[in-house]
């Protein structure tokens, strides 16, 4: 089975709380205030996502997730699952973005954002 490639694809505001992604080619996808509980994203190029401002992660499982240059800043991981095994070399942060205090020494903080 080909692995869905939804790559640039719009899911502001989108509710895909309980959603299955693993596999999913999403980079450069923009994911600003879409509400994403419990979202398994599992082994997903994530790279390149502007996934802030205020994005609702809240519990969403992060297995194996590729986050590397992924803008993250003003999101909120806090309770999401699986950090430790996704990638965020590169990823940008900033002031606002919650949970992913760890993990800063592999981001870069963002200049652009406030």
Do not use: W
């Not at 709380?17 to 190029?45: E, M, R, W, Y």
């Not at 803008?71 to 949970?99: I, S, V």
């Amino acid at each position: 089975m080909a692995e869905a490639n939804l790559e640039g694809t719009s899911f502001q505001e989108a509710d895909l709380s309980q959603a299955t992604l693993s596999g999913t080619k999403l980079s450069d996808a923009n994911f600003i205030k879409a509400k994403l509980v419990g979202t398994n994203f599992g082994t997903c190029p994530l790279h390149g996502n502007r996934t802030a401002p205020a994005a609702d992660i809240c519990n969403a499982n992060f297995t194996n997730a590729d986050l590397s240059q992924a803008h993250l800043c003003g999101a909120d991981f806090t309770d999401a699952k699986e950090l430790d095994t996704a990638n965020f070399k590169g990823a940008k942060y900033n002031d606002k973005t919650k949970g992913l205090e760890k993990y800063k020494d592999k981001m870069v903080k963002c200049l652009n954002c406030k």
